[in-house]
């Protein structure tokens, strides 16, 4: 549910070795200052608004899903949102919606998302429902793919984007190469503009909330009940503090930093991420069938050096392509989410160790099943066609487009060596793949300042804040954090448990959620989940 991608920006670090930064979330948007400054003044959509009656008028017309496994009583539909709400009559696209139906007594909808930034609703729902049956006791659980992504106008960086993401000649002298990289990152901003289509200026949380309000009026809902998770819950926050009379039942699972600069985001997750691996070698190495043997300290230095392998010589894939050692970080980062997906990592590790095989190490970093090419159509979303980098290319633009964090150039020079090293102390795995993250938004337009500015001191109805004290990739002290910040209206759930996010992994945490969302009995603040309430 969150951050990553390939390829390599070529950095001389010193005699001692070549150090490369992997650049996994190199796509993003080429927005324009001036689109920046609208979403920042956070002006809320409002039904009472002429120019968005059509849009508030909608009902959604829901069907039978497409694709032979499809689950058969999942039902899709779209609704039509503005592409810039500051002028509303230029232009719309169509959002993909999918829905599990109330057995019972209907209070109306709950609307889940999923994460990323970057992460399609949809096709989770599909292949995740059962997770959420209890709740179509009393509602509808609906989910949706967000604006930029899966379905809905999904962005793009365009095949063969790897070969710009190269960066400059090692050749370039070191007293150039700051601005060698700066001039690259502009162009990979340019390169996935062209290939993005209109969306772009206009993605991000701001905009993406309010496309949240539009869904609740189709949907029939006088106000919004929520489940978020991971990047979800920084999405339900942002629409509480544009919507606070709209709040139902929320939910914030996983709770994302609403204030932390985007340095600092990233060597969090690092530090997290290793912690995750650490503990997964440990376990793996447990097993005789490991494939990093039964050393666990020479497990984790098997890892740095099969990243370096790959980096120095990637696997040809059999579709094309190959697999470098960023992939691999981006499988291990998604495979480390979950402690129940461990045996199946293993297990795709040992493909790769002994034959040389990447394709189920695909599966975990995300990019398998899509189909190339994106689409620019601002009114036409083509159901068959989702980029292969759409994720990658989503999750950069969303993030960037709700972060103002932008070093000057000169602030870049004095820093980065500090901040490459700062990072591999965090993680010698993950450090040099989120930096890459926290570089990618430089050359691209400053970010909303709204988040920062204006989700705080909620004055809506009590929510729900689960937070996890081994989460890889949200820390439990965010969790704290955002609660402190929204003010009175944030209960914290407290888990005492592995993992990324709680509600899949927690028995305990599952039931609480279900009582609120339910019912609206919330725990007492403070309350916890022990590892033995699984």
Same mark, same amino acid.
């Given at each position: 549910m969150h951050k990553r991608h390939k390829g390599h920006i070529r950095h001389r670090r010193s005699a001692r070795r070549e150090h490369r930064i992997p650049?996994?979330?190199?796509? *993003?948007?080429?927005?324009?200052?001036?689109?920046?400054?609208?979403?920042?003044?956070?002006?809320?959509?409002s039904a009472d608004d002429p120019d968005l009656d059509r849009f508030y008028d909608q009902r959604v017309r829901w069907s039978a899903c497409k694709g032979e496994e499809t689950p058969k009583d999942l039902q899709c539909g779209t609704v039509r949102v503005?592409?810039?709400?500051?002028?509303?009559?230029?232009?719309?696209?169509e959002l993909a919606l999918a829905r599990?139906?109330?057995?019972?007594?209907?209070?109306?909808?709950? !609307?889940?998302?999923?994460? *990323?930034? =970057?992460?399609?609703?949809?096709?989770?729902?599909?292949?995740?429902?059962?997770?959420?049956?209890?709740?179509?006791?009393?509602?509808?659980?609906? /989910?949706?793919?967000?604006?930029?992504?899966?379905?809905?106008?999904?962005?793009?960086?365009?095949? =063969?984007?790897? %070969? !710009?993401? $190269?960066?400059?000649? &090692?050749?370039t002298p070191d007293e150039q190469r700051t601005q060698a990289d700066?001039?690259?990152?502009?162009?990979?901003? $340019?390169?996935?503009?062209?290939? @993005?289509?209109?969306?772009?200026?206009?993605?991000?949380? !701001?905009? /993406?909330?309010?496309?949240?309000?539009?869904?609740?009026q189709a949907l029939g809902d006088d106000k919004l009940n929520y489940l978020g998770f991971s990047y979800g819950t920084r999405l339900g926050a942002v629409y509480a503090a544009q919507f606070p009379g709209r709040v139902g039942r929320f939910v914030l699972d996983g709770v994302d930093t609403l204030t932390e600069p985007l340095a600092e985001q990233g060597r969090a997750?690092?530090?997290?991420?290793?912690?995750?691996?650490?503990n997964f070698i440990t376990w793996c190495a447990e097993d005789v069938a490991c494939p990093f043997g039964q050393d666990p300290r020479a497990g984790r230095e098997q890892v740095v050096e099969l990243?370096?392998?790959?980096?120095?010589?990637?696997?040809?894939?059999?579709?094309?392509?190959?697999?470098? *050692?960023?992939?691999?970080?981006?499988?291990?980062?998604?495979?480390?989410?979950?402690?129940?997906?461990w045996p199946a990592l293993s297990r795709a590790i040992a493909l790769l160790v002994e034959h040389g095989e990447p394709q189920a190490l695909m599966q975990f970093a995300g990019t398998v099943g899509a189909s190339p090419g994106g689409r620019g159509d601002e009114d036409v979303v083509d159901e068959n066609q989702v980029p292969a980098d759409n994720f990658q290319a989503a999750l950069l633009a969303i993030n960037c487009a709700?972060?103002?964090?932008?070093?000057?150039?000169?602030?870049?020079?004095?820093?980065? %060596?500090?901040?490459? &090293? %700062?990072? %591999?102390?965090?993680?010698?795995?993950?450090?040099?793949? $989120?930096?890459?993250?926290?570089?990618?938004?430089?050359?691209?337009?400053? *970010?909303?300042?709204?988040?920062?500015?204006? !989700?705080?001191?909620?004055?809506?109805?009590?929510?729900?804040l689960v937070g996890t004290r081994g989460d890889p990739a949200t820390p439990y002290r965010w969790t704290v954090e955002t609660a402190r910040r929204l003010g009175s209206s944030a209960v914290v759930l407290d888990n005492r @448990?592995?993992?990324?996010?709680?509600?899949?992994?927690?028995?305990?945490?599952?039931?609480?959620?279900?009582?609120?969302?339910?019912?609206?009995?919330?725990?007492?603040?403070?309350?916890?989940c022990g590892p033995g309430e699984e």
């Open positions: 650049t996994w979330h190199t796509c *993003g948007a080429l927005a324009s200052a001036a689109t920046l400054a609208l979403l920042g003044a956070g002006l809320p959509a503005p592409l810039d709400y500051a002028r509303p009559g230029r232009g719309s696209l599990y139906r109330a057995t019972g007594d209907s209070k109306g909808s709950v !609307v889940l998302n999923f994460g *990323g930034p =970057g992460g399609a609703g949809v096709p989770q729902l599909a292949y995740g429902g059962k997770e959420f049956m209890r709740l179509t006791n009393n509602y509808d659980v609906v /989910t949706f793919d967000p604006r930029g992504v899966g379905r809905s106008s999904p962005v793009s960086c365009g095949e =063969g984007f790897d %070969e !710009v993401m $190269q960066g400059p000649d &090692d050749s700066l001039r690259w990152l502009r162009k990979a901003a $340019q390169r996935c503009a062209e290939h @993005s289509g209109p969306v772009l200026d206009h993605i991000g949380s !701001v905009n /993406t909330s309010r496309d949240l309000d539009v869904l609740r997750t690092a530090e997290g991420q290793q912690t995750a691996l650490d990243v370096r392998s790959l980096d120095a010589h990637p696997v040809p894939m059999y579709a094309g392509g190959s697999f470098s *050692g960023q992939d691999f970080v981006a499988a291990l980062a998604q495979g480390l989410y979950a402690k129940q997906w709700d972060n103002p964090d932008r070093p000057s150039g000169a602030e870049l020079g004095r820093n980065i %060596e500090r901040l490459r &090293d %700062e990072y %591999e102390q965090a993680s010698p795995v993950f450090g040099q793949y $989120q930096l890459t993250f926290t570089l990618m938004c430089y050359g691209r337009p400053r *970010g909303t300042d709204f988040i920062r500015d204006r !989700v705080r001191d909620l004055d809506t109805p009590k929510m729900l @448990s592995e993992g990324h996010t709680g509600y899949a992994s927690s028995e305990c945490v599952h039931e609480a959620v279900d009582e609120f969302l339910l019912y609206g009995s919330l725990p007492a603040n403070g309350s916890s």
